[in-house]
């Protein structure tokens, strides 16, 4: 499994109480502990929990479907995530599930609980949610990322079809359902919607990619800031469709861990200038 790439969720100073709940919930384990950064492990999966402050609220443009294999599973993870949460579709049988809910738990992140066959070894899968301008989009943005990122490839494609056209809030028929597909080996899915929903794509949640060199931290950055993406800082961008992407070198986090606390200080602060991360200049902070 890919953990190169993993999804962070913002904070506002209680990421460890919600990292202590998320792995009691999935029998996880922490692996990073500090009052800024929690990275927890849940089914071989990694997931940043990131304390950064009031700015940013998590939101349902991306939920995290969780496969299950049974009807107890579902039951367990949902009695858990609901306590102190909200259900946003009940937990029910479906024409897609015969055991189903969409919830959102009391920190705010939004999770489906789904019965059926998991396609990947991956269990916990991100899911995005395409609206207002991007709605429509959803087939566009995947063949934007597969070509950005290598071994990615777009898996099985469901359009909502005519029937769809007399419902309340209509999906056109070429809209996405539900589709999936792959970066560099990391399984995501996304659908279109039609729904005036009062959110969409922010900070809240964003995707954590760990580049190995200038040259990959390039490709990425250019790719994504490319035709409507936005550079912010500290090697945050957002793509042309307003998601959040962290392009991260390895060596940042090698030299950002060094004993030396002075040296790691100043690299701290040479990339707190930075929008795309430039690992020469890291170095050079390292080593002045």
């Given at each position: 499994?890919?953990?190169?790439?993993?999804?962070?969720?913002?904070?506002?100073?209680?990421?460890?109480?919600?990292?202590?709940?998320?792995?009691?919930?999935?029998?996880?384990?922490?692996?990073?502990?500090?009052p800024?950064?929690m990275?927890?492990?849940?089914?071989?999966?990694?997931i940043?929990?990131?304390?950064?402050?009031?700015q940013?609220?998590?939101?349902?443009?991306?939920?995290?479907?969780?496969?299950?294999?049974?009807?107890?599973e579902?039951?367990?993870?949902?009695?858990?995530?609901?306590?102190?949460?909200?259900?946003?579709?009940?937990?029910?049988?479906?024409?897609?599930?015969?055991?189903?809910?969409?919830?959102?738990?009391?920190?705010?992140?939004?999770?489906?609980?789904?019965?059926?066959?998991?396609?990947?070894?991956?269990?916990?899968?991100?899911?995005f949610?395409?609206?207002?301008?991007?709605?429509?989009?959803?087939?566009?943005?995947?063949?934007?990322y597969?070509?950005?990122?290598?071994?990615?490839?777009?898996?099985?494609?469901?359009?909502?079809?005519?029937?769809?056209?007399?419902?309340?809030?209509?999906?056109?028929?070429?809209?996405?359902?539900?589709?999936?597909?792959?970066?560099?080996?990391?399984?995501?899915?996304?659908?279109?919607?039609?729904?005036?929903?009062?959110?969409?794509?922010?900070?809240?949640?964003?995707?954590?990619v760990?580049?190995?060199?200038?040259?990959?931290?390039?490709?990425?950055?250019?790719?994504?800031?490319?035709?409507?993406?936005?550079?912010?800082?500290?090697?945050?961008?957002?793509?042309?469709?307003?998601?959040?992407?962290?392009?991260?070198?390895?060596?940042?986090?090698?030299?950002?861990?060094?004993?030396?606390?002075?040296?790691?200080?100043?690299?701290?602060?040479?990339?707190?200038?930075?929008?795309?991360?430039?690992?020469?200049?890291?170095e050079?902070?390292?080593?002045?």
């Amino acid at each position: 499994m890919n953990n190169d790439i993993f999804p962070c969720l913002w904070y506002d100073g209680d990421a460890k109480q919600s990292a202590e709940f998320y792995c009691k919930v999935f029998d996880g384990k922490i692996t990073a502990d500090t009052p800024v950064v929690m990275n927890i492990d849940l089914f071989g999966q990694k997931i940043m929990l990131l304390n950064g402050g009031p700015q940013f609220k998590k939101n349902a443009s991306v939920s995290f479907m969780v496969i299950c294999e049974t009807e107890d599973e579902v039951q367990k993870y949902w009695d858990q995530l609901i306590e102190g949460g909200i259900a946003l579709m009940p937990l029910d049988s479906y024409s897609w599930s015969k055991k189903y809910g969409w919830l959102k738990d009391k920190y705010d992140v939004t999770w489906q609980i789904f019965l059926g066959e998991k396609q990947t070894e991956q269990k916990i899968i991100p899911t995005f949610m395409f609206i207002h301008g991007n709605n429509g989009k959803a087939l566009e943005a995947m063949e934007l990322y597969t070509h950005t990122f290598p071994n990615s490839t777009i898996g099985n494609i469901v359009r909502y079809g005519e029937g769809s056209e007399g419902h309340p809030n209509p999906e056109p028929a070429k809209n996405i359902q539900h589709a999936n597909f792959e970066i560099n080996g990391y399984s995501l899915f996304c659908m279109d919607n039609s729904y005036d929903h009062p959110f969409d794509f922010n900070e809240g949640i964003s995707m954590v990619v760990m580049t190995d060199d200038q040259e990959q931290t390039d490709h990425l950055w250019n790719a994504l800031t490319s035709d409507g993406g936005r550079e912010s800082m500290c090697g945050w961008l957002k793509d042309k469709y307003g998601f959040s992407w962290q392009i991260v070198p390895k060596k940042l986090i090698q030299l950002m861990s060094d004993p030396d606390q002075e040296k790691a200080q100043k690299v701290v602060q040479a990339m707190m200038r930075m929008q795309k991360i430039i690992i020469q200049d890291l170095e050079n902070a390292y080593d002045s």
